[in-house]
């Protein structure tokens, strides 16, 4: 495609639910990445694949917290019995390979109520 | 110590002036830098890269950086209402960017 597609663009979610927040990067792109941004601050790494694994699930931050991307491509971030302070804005970014910086999806909205 | 610090502002200038904004960080081994620009509500964009110490300009933005210091900028020339948002400063590790808080800027017509 030609950006970054991230869905959906908002999402309300009861304390203790499951969700699953889509990124589709852009064509070719092999590298993919994941962060969160909570309101005044900068992006926090989540994770980076490269390809189909995981090169980096460092910034996870804690076993709720999953993400596949099973055929190299589409992402999704899986969140398990989710707290309220896991509302933020989930951003998803791809790259090219040698590539140094990256394109941001338009993220994520979740609210946990 | 957060690995990138950015003094978080509201940095005010009038329009047509120079606005500079200024990151720290703390990994000597970085060696990629990035400034995005993010207007409220939207993800980040890719203003600006440097990998070497000095200046590299493009258009009305010239980031500079100081590896010895570990020091970043960015300098906007003839700054317009439009540049008006939040300037994040990145700095790339293998694999992962660690990003600053942002400094917002406020372009005064």
């Known amino acids: 495609g030609a950006g970054v597609s991230q869905t959906p663009s908002n999402k309300v979610t009861e304390k203790g639910k499951y969700v699953e927040l889509r990124c589709d990067p852009i064509s070719g792109h092999t590298a993919l990445y994941w962060y969160r941004q909570s309101l005044g601050q900068g992006p926090e790494f989540l994770i980076y694949?490269?390809?189909?694994?995981?090169?980096?699930d460092s910034g996870l931050p804690n076993d709720r917290f999953f993400a596949v991307r099973p055929e190299g491509s589409v992402s999704t971030l899986k969140i398990q019995r989710t707290e309220r302070g896991d509302s933020a804005v989930y951003l998803c970014a791809s790259s090219s390979q040698g590539a140094y910086g990256y394109t941001f999806g338009s993220g994520t909205r979740l609210t946990v109520v | 110590q957060k690995e990138v610090e950015q003094n978080s502002g509201p940095l005010s200038v009038p329009e047509g002036a120079i606005a500079s904004l200024n990151c720290t960080y703390s990994?000597?081994?970085?060696?990629?830098f990035f400034w995005y620009r993010q207007y409220s509500g939207k993800s980040p964009e890719l203003i600006m890269s440097?990998?070497?110490?000095g200046d590299k300009e493009d258009g009305r933005f010239t980031a500079q950086l100081n590896k010895a210091s570990q020091y970043v900028s960015l300098l906007i020339r003839d700054s317009q209402p439009s540049d008006s948002a939040t300037y994040l400063c990145a700095v790339k590790t293998p694999g992962k960017f660690y990003f600053g808080s942002g400094t917002k800027l406020n372009v005064k017509p």
């Open positions: 694949f490269q390809g189909t694994g995981a090169a980096d």
């Open positions: 440097i990998y070497s110490n």
């Open positions: 990994d000597r081994v970085s060696q990629s």
